[in-house]
């Protein structure tokens, strides 16, 4: 699931966001990837909400400090 919405990421503690943001960002990777080699994506929307979803949670991140 590429989708992290703001009170998922509020209700989370540093260390889940930490590893949520790994996670999306190895999925991030692998539609590259994929995209890069000329195949199309299973599901299309999903570059697009994963990139959104890391930069919500680097901006959550950044804005707690």
Do not use: C, F, W
Not at 11 to 39: T, V, Y
Not at 47 to 61: C, D, E, F, G, V
């Amino acid at each position: 699931m590429s989708y992290v919405s703001n009170r998922d990421i509020a209700s989370m503690s540093k260390e889940a966001r930490e590893n949520r943001l790994k996670e999306l960002q190895e999925e991030m990777l692998q539609l590259r990837a994929e995209k890069a080699l000329g195949g199309t994506p299973a599901n299309m929307g999903a570059y697009k909400a994963t990139r959104r979803s890391i930069a919500r949670l680097k901006t959550h991140m950044n804005s707690n400090n």
